[in-house]
């Protein structure tokens, strides 16, 4: 059992992170629940009293759609990314030490660059005058009259370019610590190098893809750069909406309400991998207990 000095320990250890987390992510994300339900007064401020009619406002027949566009384009980047991310974090892991270092450097250098510049180096590679475009003519993939910017497609692109290195690095962690014996010993007893990998390799990192999921799907939810560069109004999400509505509509109790609906959006799958991972802990610890109490009773 721990004592009273371990846990004071404890406390002071953790005590920053607590105090950081508090000021500076909890009380701003009160502060937008509270202002979501203030009214707007003449000036394009917060007025006074509170009402419900900012989040009635809400049921704008245009918000379906675009909460949609942004839930799939989310769920689709995620996807993708996850996806690549596997093979890639295999290879990283299975490479020699001199080698690992290498590629995780070459994981790690568009973070070198500005997110803007990278964002607007893609806007001039899909341009009609572009690299991409003219080499896509060229070999009559395309036809010159298509667009290649402001559709779905290339914000999907971008955004998977651009999250795709938060994908790789948790997933690679996991791989790394993996025991490589396993897949052995799986091949050993019959198994075939795809039945290997989905039933023992997949599983031994699946804490490193529940991560690379969450570092993923919740930033495009609150993508906007992105979509406002590359996509136009044809791939609007819920994040260039709370941007018009502040800077353009001067609306903050609707903005905040567009924020609030996209926290409790961002919350909701770490809500649901912290309750899986409760549920684990606690049936892992019953069946330690019956354990203890069955030799006990030996």
């Not at 690549?84 to 295999?90: K, N, Q, R």
């Not at 997110?115 to 899909?126: D, E, G, H, T, Y």
Request: glycine share 6%; proline share 6%; net charge positive.
């Amino acid at each position: 059992m721990p004592t009273r000095r371990s846990r004071a320990g404890e406390l002071l250890l953790t005590a920053p992170s607590l105090v950081w987390l508090i000021v500076l992510f909890a009380v701003p994300t009160l502060m937008v629940f509270a202002v979501a339900l203030k009214p707007v007064d003449s000036y394009g401020g917060i007025g006074q009293g509170w009402t419900l009619q900012t989040v009635l406002n809400l049921r704008d027949p245009n918000y379906p759609a675009i909460v949609w566009r942004t839930l799939w384009m989310s769920a689709v980047a995620t996807v993708v990314c996850v996806g690549l991310s596997v093979p890639t974090a295999y290879v990283m892991a299975r490479a020699a030490p001199s080698r690992r270092q290498l590629l995780v450097l070459l994981v790690v250098v568009p973070f070198w660059t500005s997110f803007l510049v990278r964002i607007f180096a893609w806007k001039a590679l899909l341009h009609p005058e572009g690299l991409i475009k003219r080499l896509l003519v060229l070999i009559g993939l395309v036809e010159p009259s298509v667009s290649l910017l402001y559709r779905p497609e290339a914000v999907l692109m971008v955004m998977v370019y651009t999250y795709l290195p938060f994908a790789i690095l948790p997933v690679y962690a996991a791989a790394e610590r993996f025991d490589w014996c396993l897949l052995e010993a799986a091949m050993d007893l019959g198994a075939s190098r795809i039945r290997s990998f989905t039933s023992v390799f997949l599983p031994g990192i699946s804490r490193g893809l529940a991560t690379a999921v969450m570092m993923v799907f919740i930033p495009c939810l609150g993508s906007y750069v992105i979509p406002d560069v590359m996509g136009g109004t044809s791939a609007e999400m819920i994040g260039n909406k709370i941007a018009q509505r502040t800077f353009v509509d001067r609306n903050l109790p609707h903005a905040s309400a567009l924020s609030a609906l996209l926290t409790l959006a961002v919350f909701l799958p770490l809500v649901v991998r912290w309750v899986t991972l409760w549920r684990g802990g606690a049936s892992e610890t019953m069946v330690r207990a019956r354990e203890g109490a069955g030799e006990e009773m030996l």
